[in-house]
C-alpha cells in the first residue's frame, strides 16, 4: 500500500489507498483545517483523489499560488451558479482563474449593470453560507456533448470537442448546479469565504474571435482574508489614479485612431519621451560594446519559412502579395534580419563576441478585444540585440546581459526584479541534444550571478529557453519587461557560421536580448509607476515659464531662449490666463519644475521655481537656476 512522500522528504506509509483529507489530517491539525487541494506527483487533484501507489504529495492551501488559483476558480463557479439562478436562461461559456481574480463569460440578452454586480455578490454569500458540498463526476463525452446541446449550453457543448482524447471529460457539482470543468476544485462552497468582490462587465468574443458572439465577462476577485481584499481594492483605485492612457492625454503625449488599431500617435512630447528613452538605451549599448544596425520592415516569405516563424508564428504576420506574385511580411521580430547583417562577410572567433544592436518596429497582429493603450498594441518597437558568441562565451555574456538589465531598471527607479527562468515547450525546433545544451549553458549563468529566479517549465521561445526579467512597480504590481534567451537553432537554421581556431567553420550560438522589450509598453509602464511624474531626466517638458500677466511675456520669452539653449525641454505660456490657473494646468500636464516671473523676477534677473507637487517655492538668479537645473538634467550613470 502506498507510501507517501512529503515536500520534506519525510515519508508516512498508509495500509490501504488514501485520499488528501486524511494525508493532511495526519500531517496537522491545522493543515487539516486550511487543505484546499494537493499536487499528486506534480500533478494537482482534488483532496477526494484517491492514491493508491507510492507518490509524492503536496498539500495546497490559499498560501500557495495553485490554492490560491483553485480558490478563485471556484468562486468563478459560485458565481456563475448565481448568475443562472438570478437571471434564468443566462448561458455560461469559460469561467477561469486569472492573475490577482477571475472572470465568466456570459450569453446574455440584457447587460449586466453595477446594480445587478451587487446582487451577483449577494447571491454568492447566499451560496457561501449554505456550504453546498462539490464533488466530482466523469461523463462519457458523448453523454455529455448530447447533454449540453439538449439543455442549450452550446458554448459547453463545443468545449467539449476541445477536450483531448486522453483526458477525461470531467464535471464538478456544487450542490445540484454543475459545470465541465477540468478542476481540481475545494471540497465545498464554504471553503471559499467572503472575502470577494465583482469588479466590471466588460466584452468578450467567443473564443477571442471577432466573428463569434459577444459576450458579456463579468470580472471578481477573491483572496484569503478581508485585509488583503481591501489591499487589492486599494491598489485597484490607485491604478485607475495612475492609468497611462488617462495620464497620457493629461500630458498630451499620444493617442489613437480607429483607422489604425494597436498602432500609436505621438505627439511631439510624447515622442520626445520616447527618443530620450531610446538615447539613454543607446548610450548604455555604447558603452558596453554593442554595434547598432538597421533591418527592413519587409522581408519575403522565404526567409520567415528558413527561420521558423512562418509556421511558429505566421497567424500573427501582417503579409502582402506583390503583382508578381510574390509574398512578403512586415517582420514580427528582428532575429532573422540580424542574421542577414552577420553573414555579410567572413568571420572569425576573434570577432566573436559580436553585439549587434537595433530598434526595430514590429507587427504583430493582436485581436481587437486585447487591445490595452501602449500595454497591448500591434506596431511597437523592441530594443533588441543579438550577441553572436562561441559555447564557452554564453556564460560571461549572459552575467554582462543580466548586469546590463539590472542596471538600467536601477536608474529608472525598479528596484525589484525577480528572474524567471524558461525551459523548452512542446512546439519547438532543434534536437533535444540540442536544448540540453542550452538550459545547461543559461541555467548555469543564471546561477553565477546569485540571484533568486523562478522555473516556468515548458514556457521558452520554440528556439531555446529564455530569462524573462519581472519589474514591480511602486504599487506591487509585475511586469514582464526584458528577456535574455540561449539559441542553438535560428543561426544555423539561417547560415551564419564562423572560422574558429583550427580553421573549421562553426555555427555561432545567438543571445536574443531586449532589455525594455517594447518601448511603447515600457513607456506604459513608467508612466503609470511614476503615476506621470517623471524624474527630470526623461520629463518631455522639464520646465514651463509661466509670466504672472502679459506685461512679462518679453521677460519670459528671454528666460524661454536661455533655458532652451542650456540643453532644458521648456515651454512658455504666453496665454491670457491668471497664475492660479497656469500653475494647475501645468501641473496637470505633470511639468516637474514651474518657473514663475514678475515684477520682482524682471528687477532682480531672477526666476522663482516651483517643483511638482510642492508648495514651497525658492528664487534665484537666472545663471544659478539654469545651472541647478542643468545638474540635475542628466543621464543616472553620469
Not at 451560496?127 to 442549450?152: F, L
Not at 536574443?512 to 506604459?524: P, T
Request: glycine share 6%; hydrophobic share 35%; charged share 30%.
Amino acid at each position: 500500500m502506498p507510501d507517501i512522500k512529503l515536500p520534506d522528504g519525510k515519508k508516512i506509509p498508509f495500509s490501504k489507498k488514501i485520499d488528501g483529507f486524511e494525508i493532511s489530517k495526519k500531517i496537522s491539525k491545522t493543515l487539516e483545517k486550511s487543505a484546499l487541494i494537493m499536487k499528486v506527483d506534480g500533478e494537482l487533484k482534488d483532496l477526494s483523489y484517491q492514491i493508491e501507489k507510492n507518490s509524492e504529495v503536496k498539500i495546497i492551501t490559499s498560501k500557495d499560488d495553485e490554492g490560491l488559483d483553485a480558490m478563485r476558480h471556484d468562486t468563478t463557479h459560485i458565481m456563475a451558479m448565481a448568475v443562472q439562478e438570478l437571471f434564468p436562461g443566462t448561458k455560461i461559456a469559460i469561467g477561469p482563474a486569472i492573475k490577482d481574480g477571475f472572470y465568466y463569460d456570459f450569453s446574455r440578452k440584457d447587460p449586466f449593470t453595477p446594480q445587478d454586480l451587487e446582487k451577483i455578490e449577494k447571491k454568492m454569500k447566499e451560496i457561501v453560507d449554505k456550504d453546498e458540498p462539490t464533488k466530482r463526476e466523469v461523463w462519457e463525452r458523448k453523454k455529455a456533448k448530447d447533454h449540453y446541446k439538449k439543455i442549450g449550453e452550446n458554448y459547453k457543448a463545443e468545449l467539449v470537442d476541445s477536450i483531448p482524447q486522453n483526458e477525461d471529460v470531467s464535471v464538478y457539482y456544487h450542490g445540484k448546479w454543475y459545470d465541465l470543468c477540468r478542476g481540481p476544485h475545494l471540497t465545498s462552497t464554504g471553503k471559499i469565504g467572503k472575502y470577494f468582490k465583482l469588479t466590471k462587465v466588460s466584452g468578450a468574443y467567443w473564443r477571442g474571435d471577432s466573428n463569434n458572439e459577444m459576450l458579456q465577462r463579468i470580472y471578481g476577485t477573491s483572496w484569503p482574508s478581508q485585509k488583503e481584499l481591501d489591499e487589492y481594492l486599494k491598489r485597484l483605485e490607485e491604478a485607475e489614479k495612475r492609468d497611462h492612457r488617462k495620464l497620457g492625454k493629461e500630458m498630451d503625449l499620444f493617442h489613437f485612431r480607429e483607422e489604425s488599431p494597436g498602432s500609436v500617435f505621438w505627439h511631439e512630447k510624447g515622442w520626445r519621451l520616447f527618443q530620450s528613452l531610446i538615447s539613454y538605451m543607446r548610450e548604455k549599448q555604447n558603452r558596453a560594446g554593442y554595434k547598432e544596425i538597421n533591418t527592413p520592415e519587409i522581408l519575403d516569405k522565404s526567409l520567415w519559412e528558413k527561420s521558423g516563424h512562418w509556421e511558429k508564428f505566421g497567424e500573427h504576420m501582417f503579409t502582402t502579395t506583390t503583382p508578381d506574385e510574390k509574398i512578403f511580411a512586415i517582420k514580427p521580430m528582428n532575429c532573422p534580419g540580424c542574421v542577414q547583417v552577420f553573414n555579410q562577410g567572413l568571420k572569425s572567433y576573434r570577432d566573436l563576441p559580436l553585439k549587434l544592436s537595433e530598434f526595430g518596429k514590429v507587427h504583430r497582429y493582436e485581436p481587437s478585444g486585447a487591445l490595452h493603450g501602449l500595454l497591448r498594441v500591434r506596431a511597437f518597437t523592441q530594443d533588441d540585440a543579438h550577441i553572436f558568441c562561441t559555447e564557452d562565451q554564453i556564460k560571461e555574456e549572459c552575467i554582462n546581459v543580466t548586469n546590463l538589465i539590472l542596471e538600467i531598471y536601477k536608474e529608472l527607479g525598479f528596484e525589484k526584479v525577480i528572474l524567471n527562468f524558461s525551459d523548452r515547450p512542446d512546439k519547438r525546433v532543434g534536437s533535444d541534444m540540442i536544448w540540453d545544451k542550452a538550459e545547461a549553458a543559461l541555467l548555469n549563468a543564471i546561477k553565477l550571478t546569485k540571484l533568486e529566479y523562478k522555473i516556468n517549465k515548458g514556457d521558452g521561445a520554440f528556439y531555446g529557453p529564455k530569462i524573462d526579467f519581472v519589474l514591480r512597480d511602486a504599487i506591487g504590481r509585475d511586469w514582464q519587461c526584458g528577456t535574455l534567451q540561449v539559441d542553438l537553432n535560428l543561426p544555423g537554421r539561417l547560415g551564419a557560421a564562423f572560422v574558429d581556431k583550427d580553421g573549421t567553420k562553426k555555427i555561432p550560438v545567438m543571445l536574443h536580448r531586449a532589455l525594455f522589450g517594447s518601448l511603447e509598453r515600457f513607456i506604459g509602464i513608467l508612466i503609470e509607476h511614476y503615476a506621470g511624474k517623471l524624474p527630470l531626466w526623461i520629463s518631455p517638458v522639464q520646465v514651463a515659464i509661466l509670466p504672472i500677466s502679459s506685461e512679462f511675456d518679453d521677460y519670459a520669452k528671454k528666460l524661454f531662449e536661455q533655458f532652451r539653449k542650456a540643453g532644458i525641454f521648456t515651454s512658455v505660456d504666453l496665454k491670457n490666463h491668471k497664475i492660479n490657473f497656469k500653475i494647475r494646468e501645468h501641473s496637470l500636464s505633470k511639468v516637474p519644475l514651474l518657473v514663475i516671473c514678475g515684477e520682482k523676477e524682471l528687477k532682480t534677473n531672477s526666476v522663482t521655481i516651483r517643483k511638482l507637487g510642492v508648495e514651497k517655492q525658492e528664487t534665484l538668479k537666472i545663471d544659478q537656476a539654469i545651472q541647478l537645473i542643468s545638474s540635475q538634467n542628466k543621464y543616472p550613470f553620469i
